[in-house]
Nanobody, 115 residues
């Protein structure tokens, strides 16, 4: 089992920045990759960025000029740095850990961007 706890959400004005954190605990060694998803009101959950255990991180085209994913293995933490935020970035952001037999989710953190 892997437990994930997100933090760093909040309310920010358009153009501002936030850094989300996701701390993993439990069977860390079983994780093959970490993802950030978001779900806006009335919309489906969508992937925002991913970072594999081995390999290159990926950020979706819709946000790649503004968002960056990174990790600190010593702290078992994955980050999502968000800048130049827009009202359409308003959503609950979720951390996700995956492997062939793992699909764990955090509780989510709310990001609200006001115009």
């Amino acid at each position: 089992q892997v437990q994930l706890v997100e933090s760093g959400g909040g309310e920010v004005q358009a153009g501002g920045s936030l850094r989300l954190s996701c701390v993993a605990s439990g069977r860390i060694s079983s994780i093959n990759g970490m993802n950030w998803y978001r779900q806006a009101p009335g919309k489906q959950r969508e992937i925002v960025a991913s970072i594999p255990k081995l390999g290159v991180a990926h950020v979706e085209d819709s946000v790649k000029d503004r968002f960056t994913i990174s990790r600190d293995d010593a702290k078992n933490t994955v980050y999502l740095q968000m800048s130049s935020l827009k009202p359409e970035d308003t959503a609950v952001y979720y951390c996700n850990a995956v492997s062939f037999n793992l699909n764990s989710w955090g509780q989510g953190t709310q990001v609200t961007v006001s115009s």
